[in-house]
């Protein structure tokens, strides 16, 4: 059932039970919060209930929440506003701390009862083992989301797809399955991440804060990661104007799922007053969901996609179709066998569904629309790029183009290694990379850095500054660590999380080369398959050749050790804001944290400095307005090079 029935579904319930109480059974839904715990973790039983939250769909339901409770407690709960907070779609858990150090982690379960994730807990690496500051009171919990980016989301499915292994419908699948692991160590490899939103103490009075508003601010002095984008609204007019900027320009740029926002009654005494909804919600808070995001058209054709690898990805083109405000045209499918699964044919009416930038599932058939027109459909027999005829492994569920030289497997060996994830060169897409393999300028990645600025002045579409901000990007490449560069090479098998594996073992590329199928094949995390993989690369002829080339290159061959502990930034904090010359985001990341830094997202007085290029957002201005210090890529290029 899609988050859009189910919420349609139990609102009606909810409805029904009002209206004849005596009608409602001990096993409601609505008397109940999540799912029952596991067996095999131990519980731990909520002190204080994790509540769950009201809906609102509109903005009239919103004032129409304003007004009941205004009614119930006064014009009092207007006095102090409302938080505005981003709704992260997570898993919620609970986090105590005693003197300050983190002593248990638990999910909400079924809102009374959860499970006891301690160890998984401890390998996210925004949770604060340690709260910093001397206000912290003692027992006090933490409650916020965990949740998984947008981007590693991706990545770990595409590995999977490529394991042949069953991928995550979403991140918040992702997320809470992670996180419930029996082993922490594959949670550990998991890059989950942590946003706070409240604080439970034993006893409020040693709270030092009376506003929800200034809860949120704590926390992030307490240092734990705190959502963007949250906002003190003095009137419900601006909650709702906020709502409207959430969802249709905030939304797009955020690398992780959200479902809407969450409304709060900032005083945090009249919140109390309030109180709870038949045990499960607060009346004190509302949240405020987006239109549902899935929709219906028809499947028009289904292409297959010559991967680097060789693997065939088959992708859906569908009938365009609106989807919370973007256009749809393409749908992935991952490959034959899920398609016969779903029992998808051409010209199906068919249900597709887009969680923020996720890329668009299609969830399935509508049979009841057939009209006896449409037809299956199975893999070409010969590869779509090159025409070699296509092969597929025994207990793999992909299909390959075993043809080295295919000319489809060039281009997206290509555009995979200069991908975000992998070297992340800025300027370097897709038909970019399509137009300097038409031009002959290069065949492989090595020829990437041998290109000149006159050489792409001659292309279209490049002048003077594009043709050198390229050859720049593709020059800074060289310094991206073995791990990146060891994904970006698209060894079968290898995707980033078995590349940082790999990196952080070995060290250098010299060393892993080195290292027989065995002694890899031993490495926690890698299994016999990556390994057969890895040796079988570095004894073909063709890839040792484009390695020792990418080596004469200067390219990075090594994984650098975690942050020295006298790092140039040891201890700061900085916000990055707007578009740098030369660095990407996730770069510039990478230079802080390297020199002992923290990246955060919004802008307090605790921020060391903030990092500003080209059109910089509202972040600057809040820093000029705090006195925080402003420098530029320069600057911080300086900076780093002062020590260590
Ligand atoms: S407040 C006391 N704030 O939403 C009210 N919850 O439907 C409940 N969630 O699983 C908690 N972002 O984990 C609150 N900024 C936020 C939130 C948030 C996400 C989750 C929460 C819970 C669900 C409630």
């Known amino acids: 059932m899609s988050d859009a029935e189910y919420d349609r579904l139990f609102r009606e319930l909810q409805a029904l039970e009002l209206e004849h109480p005596s009608l409602r059974t001990p096993d409601s839904p609505t008397l ?25 769909f509109t903005d ?4 129409a929440w304003e007004e009941r ?6 014009t009092e709960v207007q006095r102090r506003g409302y938080s505005a907070e981003l709704k992260i779609d997570g898993g919620a858990v609970s986090l105590t701390y005693v003197d300050g150090v983190l002593v248990h982690g638990a999910t909400r379960g079924n809102g009374m009862v959860g499970e006891d994730v301690t160890p998984n807990i401890r390998t996210v690496r925004d949770v604060p083992l340690r709260l910093r500051g001397r206000r912290v009171p003692s027992p006090v919990e933490v409650r916020g989301e965990i949740y998984y980016p947008f981007d590693l989301f991706e990545r770990m499915n595409e590995d999977l797809v490529r394991k042949g292994e069953r991928v995550f419908a979403n991140p918040r699948n992702a997320a809470s399955g992670s996180l419930r692991l029996l082993d922490s160590s594959i949670t550990a490899s998991r890059p989950l991440r942590f946003f706070g939103y409240g604080i439970v103490a034993g006893d409020d009075a040693q709270l030092p804060v009376h506003l929800q508003t200034d809860v949120l ?38 690398n992780f799922a959200i479902d809407g926002g969450v ?28 239109a549902p995001d899935i929709a219906e058209t028809t499947l028009l054709e289904i292409r297959v996609n010559v991967g680097r690898t060789g693997a065939l990805n088959p992708y859906a083109v569908l009938d365009p179709v609106e989807i919370g405000g973007t256009t749809v045209t393409y749908a ?80 997206e060996a290509i555009r995979h290694f200069a ?11 897709e038909s970019r990379v399509a137009q300097l393999v038409d031009a002959g300028l290069v065949t492989d990645v090595a020829d990437l850095y041998d290109l000149t600025a006159d050489q792409l002045q001659g292309l279209e579409g490049f002048a003077s500054r594009s043709a050198e901000q390229l050859v720049a990007a593709i020059d800074a490449s060289r310094a991206q660590p073995l791990s990146r560069l060891l994904f970006g090479l698209g060894i079968r098998h290898v995707g980033a999380t078995a590349a940082e594996l790999l990196a952080r073992e070995f060290r250098t590329m010299d060393a892993l080369r080195a290292a027989d199928e065995e002694r890899i094949a031993a490495v926690h995390g890698i299994g016999e398959v990556i390994a057969r993989s890895v040796t079988e690369y570095f004894a073909d002829r063709t890839s040792a050749k484009l390695v020792d080339r990418l080596g004469v290159r200067k390219l990075t061959f090594e994984e650098p050790v975690s942050a020295p502990a006298d790092g140039a930034l040891r201890g700061q904090t900085v916000v990055i804001t707007g578009t740098l010359p030369t660095l990407s985001r996730q770069q510039a990341t990478a230079l802080v944290e390297q020199s002992g830094g923290r990246v955060t997202d919004s802008v307090s007085k605790k921020t060391s400095f903030v990092l500003a290029g080209e059109n910089p957002g509202s972040k600057l201005e809040k820093a000029k307005g705090l006195g925080v210090e402003v420098l530029n890529e320069d600057q911080l290029r300086q900076r780093l090079s002062q020590r260590g």
């Open 263 to 290: 409304v709060k009654v900032n005083e945090i005494a009249l919140q109390q007053d309030l109180g709870v909804i038949g045990g499960r919600e607060p009346r004190w808070a509302i949240a405020r969901k987006f």
């Open 217 to 254: 601010d704590l926390l992030e002095q307490w240092g734990v990661p705190v959502a963007p984008h949250r906002r003190h609204c003095a009137s419900m007019a601006e909650v709702i104007e906020w709502a409207r900027q959430v969802e249709h320009e905030y939304r797009a740029d955020l």
């Open 69 to 74: 409770i205004v009614r119930i407690a006064g």
């Open 32 to 56: 109940r919060v999540g799912a029952p715990p596991l067996t095999a973790f131990p519980k731990r039983t909520h002190a204080v209930p994790m509540l769950s939250l009201a809906n609102a």
């Open 332 to 411: 992935t499918l991952h490959n034959e066998d899920l398609i016969l699964r779903k029992d998808l044919r051409v010209g199906d009416r068919v249900q597709v569904k887009r969680a923020g930038e996720v890329i668009p599932q299609l969830i399935g058939p509508v049979p009841e629309q057939r009209t006896g027109h449409e037809r299956r459909w199975h893999m070409p027999s010969r590869c779509p790029a090159c025409g070699t005829p296509v092969v597929r492994d025994e207990g793999e569920a992909m299909h390959f183009c075993p043809n080295a030289a295919c000319v489809g497997r060039r281009l």
């Open 60 to 63: 009239d339901e919103l004032l």
């Open 419 to 429: 991908s975000k994830g992998a070297m992340d060169i800025r300027g370097l897409g």
